[in-house]
C-alpha cells in the first residue's frame, strides 16, 4: 500500500455513510449510573476523496446512547460545516474564513453547548442527537480559531483554551465564563506561526508549547501545511491566569508534544507537566505515515512512537528538569477531569494493543491487553456517582477488531482496568481522536 493511501484503510478507514441502530448488543453489565451519551470525533473524507493527510478530513461524531444498564442507541453524523459543503478557507478578499474547517479532532460540553472542534477555526454547536445547529463565535467575540484541547477548571468551571494562526496574531488565549460567555482573550507574543495543538493549565497559571513544527505557506494545498523546522527552537511557557505577568520561557530539548496528560503545582511553585513526547525521528515517522509523504526515508522512520515525559520548571529560579516516565509508546492520555491543573495520582493511555494506566504514587503501571491486532480508541474516564477515590469509576473506549470489520465500546473498571462491559456496535467505527462523556443532567 503506497504511503499516500495509508490513511485511508484499515483502522484509519473512513465510513461512507450515516446509520442509526437501536437496542444494542450488550456484554458483560453496563452500571446503571452511566446514563448519557458517550460522543467521539474524528475524520471521515466523503467518499472519494483524499485530502492527503489523515488529520484533514470532515468531521464525525459516532455517538452511543445509553440508559439504565441498557444502549439504547448508536448514529454517526458529519459535522455539518461549511468545509463539507465546499467552501474555501479563504475568502475571494484574502481573509480566512473560520467556519470553513472540518471541525474534525473533539467534542466536549460547556455550559449549555455541545461543541465539535478543530484548531482550523470555530466551533460548531451539535445538538443531543447529533444533529448541526451552527459555527459559534461566542456572540463574535472569538475572531480566531478554537483549539480542540480547552481545560475547564474543576473550581471554577472556566474552559480556558487558545487559538494559533498563520498569520499575527500567532497566538491567543481565552477565556469562558462557566455559563458560556467569551470573557477575555489577549494575544501572547511567540515568534512564529506553529502548530500548537495542545497546552495545559495548574491552579494558577497557564503552561504553553511552543515547539518547532512551523507553518510552511510552499506546503499549502498537500494535506497539512506544517513541518519540523530544527532552527525554530523548542520551549515551554508559564503564563500566570491573573494577567499580572508576562510568560516566562524555559528552553527544552527540541520536541513536539500532541497531547499533554495534566501539569500542576507544588507548594514551592515548580510546575510539573506530563504529556507524550516526540522526538525528531519518532515525529517524521508518524508524520509521513499519516500525511502521504513525499519522503520516503522520513515515511519509514524508525519511529518508537510518543513517550511519556514529565517537565518540571521552576519560574522563581528559572530552571527546568525532563525526564522520561515510561520508555513504552503511548498516546492519548487522559484523566479524571476533576484533577485537571491539579495534583492527579493516575493517567491512562492508549498503546498498541492495550489500555494503560499509570500510578504516579507507587510508579506501578498496569495494561488492560486487548485481543490480538484490536485497536483502542482514547479512554474516557468517568467517575461513579459518590465516588471516593480519584479511580472510582470507568473508562470508555471504541475498540475495533483485527479485522477492521466490527467495533465495540468497551467499558473498563478504572480503579481494576478490568473489562465491565461491551456494547456491539452496528458498524465498523474509524479510529478517530477524542470524544466525551455526557451524562444526563438529572444525573449530573
Known amino acids: 500500500m503506497s504511503e499516500r493511501t495509508m490513511y485511508l484503510a484499515g483502522h484509519l478507514a473512513p465510513v461512507p455513510d450515516e446509520i442509526d441502530a437501536t437496542d444494542l448488543e450488550v456484554t458483560g453489565t453496563l452500571p446503571g449510573e452511566l446514563t448519557g451519551r458517550y460522543f467521539r470525533n474524528g475524520p471521515n473524507p466523503l467518499p472519494g476523496e483524499d485530502g492527503g493527510h489523515w488529520f484533514v478530513g470532515h468531521g464525525m461524531i459516532h455517538g452511543v446512547r445509553l440508559v439504565d444498564g441498557h444502549a439504547e442507541w448508536y448514529r454517526n453524523r458529519w459535522v455539518r460545516t461549511r468545509e463539507l459543503d465546499g467552501a474555501p478557507a479563504v475568502r475571494a478578499d484574502g481573509t480566512r474564513d473560520l467556519t470553513a474547517n472540518p471541525a474534525n479532532t473533539h467534542v466536549v460540553q460547556h455550559g449549555e453547548r455541545i461543541l465539535a472542534l478543530c484548531e482550523a477555526g470555530l466551533p460548531y454547536v451539535l445538538t443531543p442527537e447529533l444533529d448541526t445547529v451552527g459555527p459559534c463565535d461566542f456572540g463574535g467575540r472569538l475572531t480566531t480559531a478554537m483549539t480542540a484541547h480547552p481545560k475547564e477548571d474543576p473550581d471554577t468551571g472556566e474552559l480556558h483554551f487558545f487559538g494559533y494562526g498563520v498569520t499575527p496574531p500567532f497566538l491567543t488565549y481565552h477565556r469562558l465564563s462557566a455559563s458560556g460567555d467569551l ?14 495543538h495542545d497546552f495545559a493549565i495548574t491552579e494558577r497559571h497557564v503552561v504553553w508549547l511552543d515547539l518547532p513544527v512551523v507553518f510552511d505557506v510552499a506546503l499549502l494545498g498537500r494535506g497539512m501545511p506544517f513541518r519540523w523546522d530544527d532552527g525554530y527552537g523548542a520551549r515551554l511557557g508559564v503564563m500566570r491566569r491573573d494577567g499580572r505577568a508576562e510568560v516566562t520561557w524555559f528552553d527544552v530539548e527540541p520536541c513536539y508534544v500532541f497531547h499533554v496528560g495534566n501539569a500542576h503545582e507544588d507548594a514551592g511553585g515548580r510546575i510539573m507537566l506530563d504529556a507524550v513526547r516526540y522526538g525528531a ?21 524508525d519511529s518508537a512512537g510518543g513517550r511519556l515525559h514529565r517537565w518540571t520548571l521552576e519560574p522563581a529560579t528559572g530552571t527546568r528538569r525532563e525526564e522520561p516516565l515510561d520508555d513504552r509508546a503511548v498516546e492519548f492520555p487522559t484523566l479524571n477531569d476533576a484533577r485537571t491543573g491539579r495534583a492527579n495520582r493516575y493517567l491512562y493511555t492508549v498503546t498498541e494493543g492495550g489500555i494503560v494506566k499509570y500510578d504516579r ?9 486487548l485481543s490480538e491486532g484490536a ?40 480503579a481494576e482496568l478490568t473489562g465491565q462491559a461491551a456494547v456491539r456496535l452496528p458498524r465498523r467505527v474509524p479510529a478517530g481522536f477524542h470524544g466525551s462523556w455526557i451524562p444526563d443532567p438529572e444525573r449530573g
Open 183 to 196: 470573557v477575555e482573550s489577549r494575544e501572547i507574543t511567540v515568534p512564529g506561526p506553529t502548530m500548537m
Open 375 to 414: 485497536a483502542a480508541g482514547e479512554a474516557v474516564f468517568v467517575p461513579a456517582e459518590g465516588a471516593r477515590a480519584e479511580d472510582d469509576g470507568w473508562l470508555l473506549s471504541v475498540v475495533s477488531d483485527p479485522a477492521g470489520t466490527g467495533s465495540e465500546l468497551l467499558v473498563l473498571d478504572a
Open 361 to 369: 504514587h507507587t510508579g506501578e503501571v498496569r495494561t488492560h491487553r
Open 281 to 301: 525521528a519518532d515525529f517524521a515517522g508518524l508524520w509521513g505515515r499519516i500525511g502521504g509523504s513525499r519522503n520516503p526515508a522520513a515515511a519509514a522512520a
